[in-house]
């Protein structure tokens, strides 16, 4: 994690968590990550559809000069990645396991903007798989900068954040597809695994 705001929402994740029991949506307690809650989002299933913002913060619509709220997830990523990001999210939900990426942002202006995303399970009316809170932070020189608007996002890295247990591979075979997929294009590094301390 190379930014502290992602190892914030990251601990705040993992102090509600109980054992192998993920957070419910209810767990969270935005007083206690108050200073992030700007670069904060949180999606939902639909039944039989996309996932979609719940919750955007203040800043992202910023970035996207629209209110995400209601907004599909994958609607705001470059055509090439959306596929991409719709098996992300459906691998989280299904493992129940966090994931965290390198994200590229395109700029109105076609300048690059570095994020980095992190996406984490949660319950939602004691059932996994509907919920997940996530958090895309700007690095320091695009924190810093006013007035940016991104265009188009692309993934440039994928890892886990706990170790695969029991033999069963994190996404399973959607991760392979994935990554033949991000192999051909030569601009996603995947990495498989990485546990954190």
């Not at 914030?8 to 054992?19: F, Q, T």
């Not at 200073?35 to 996207?64: E, K, N």
């Not at 996530?134 to 007035?147: I, R, Y």
Request: glycine letters at 12%; charged letters at 25%.
């Amino acid at each position: 994690m190379r930014h502290p705001a992602t190892k914030a929402l990251y601990d705040h994740w993992c102090s509600l968590k109980h054992g192998s029991i993920i957070p419910d949506r209810n767990d969270l307690e935005p007083a206690e990550i108050g200073a992030i809650l700007q670069d904060i989002f949180i999606l939902g299933a639909q039944p039989h559809g996309p996932w979609v913002y719940r919750v955007a913060g203040t800043r992202l619509s910023a970035f996207a000069r629209r209110e995400l709220k209601d907004e599909t997830f994958d609607r705001w990523w470059r055509a090439l990645d959306r596929s991409d990001a719709r098996r992300l999210i459906a691998g989280v939900a299904e493992d129940g396991m966090p994931m965290i990426g390198g994200v590229s942002g395109l700029g109105a202006d076609q300048t690059r903007h570095e994020f980095e995303l992190l996406l984490l399970p949660l319950r939602h009316g004691g059932r996994p798989g509907l919920r997940m809170v996530g958090g895309l932070f700007p690095a320091p020189a695009t924190t810093h900068q006013l007035g940016v608007q991104i265009d188009e996002l692309s993934l440039t890295s994928i890892r886990t954040l706990l170790p695969v247990s029991e033999g069963t591979p994190y996404f399973g075979s959607p991760i392979a597809d994935l990554g033949g997929a991000l192999e051909r294009r030569r601009s996603l590094r995947l990495i498989q695994g990485g546990a954190i301390n």
